[in-house]
Nanobody, 116 residues
């Protein structure tokens, strides 16, 4: 069973930066992609960024140019560098891992709060 351990959330001021990390363990099948979703209170969970095993990336329009996703395949770890944070980025951020053939595993979530 895949387990995801997230770290790096916290409280930051408007315009600040944070870096999230997510380490996957219990990997048996190849990883298709890893990434981050987020969910604000009263809203649905939305994709923030994903990265495939060959480092192809995909970003939500709202974070393009501000967030950067990267991956260490040897460590089965994915990172999310978040710059120029805005209050509307406040949410619980969830790590996701998709393994062959198409199984999704989720982390427990880490809170990111951006104060104005």
């Amino acid at each position: 069973q895949v387990q995801l351990m997230e770290s790096g959330g916290g409280l930051v001021q408007d315009g600040g930066s944070l870096r999230l990390s997510c380490a996957a363990s219990g990997i048996i099948y190849p990883i298709n992609f890893m990434g981050w979703y987020r969910q604000a209170p009263g809203k649905q969970r939305d994709m923030v960024a994903t990265i495939t095993s060959d480092s192809s990336t995909n970003y939500a329009d709202s974070v393009k140019g501000r967030f950067t996703i990267s991956r260490d395949n040897a460590k089965n770890t994915v990172y999310l560098q978040m710059n120029s944070l805005k209050p509307e980025d406040t949410a619980v951020y969830y790590c996701v891992c998709n393994t062959f053939p198409a199984r999704l595993s989720w982390g427990q979530g880490t809170q990111v709060t951006v104060s104005s």
